[in-house]
């Protein structure tokens, strides 16, 4: 069982930056990933990196989001900027368990308890 703490979510303006991080266990094992889930919308994925280090991002935050990890630290990271209200939602880290379905939550194994973004 892996457990995932994420961080770093607040109430920000638009153009600003946030990093959100995650904490947990093992992750050179796992593909992990970025979810969001926006008030009356279904959760979807932000971004996910491979155990190897290559990257998927929404198309909607390309340019804009980053994902990162550190092995070492066992920490994910999501470096956001230029922050728009439709980023608004509550952001959850989880592990993945197929590279090519990364942003289809049933897929995701393990998850986070989230951390809120507002962005006004």
């Known amino acids: 069982h892996v457990q995932l703490v994420e961080s770093g979510g607040g109430s920000v303006e638009a153009g600003e930056s946030l990093r959100l991080s995650c904490v947990g266990s093992?992750?050179?094992?796992?593909?992990m990933a970025w979810f969001r889930e926006a008030p009356g919308k279904g959760r979807e994925g932000v971004a996910a990196?491979?155990?190897?280090?290559?990257?998927g991002i929404k198309d909607s935050v390309k340019g804009r989001f980053t994902i990162s990890k550190d092995n070492a630290k066992n920490t994910l990271y999501l470096q956001m900027n230029n922050l728009e209200p439709d980023d608004t939602a509550v952001y959850y880290c989880?592990?993945?368990?197929?590279?090519?379905?990364?942003?289809?939550?049933?897929?995701?194994?393990?998850w986070g308890h989230g951390t809120q973004v507002t962005v006004s």
């Open positions: 093992d992750f050179s094992r796992y593909y």
């Open positions: 990196i491979g155990m190897d280090g290559r990257t």
């Open positions: 989880a592990t993945s368990t197929h590279w090519g379905k990364w942003a289809i939550p049933s897929f995701a194994e393990y």
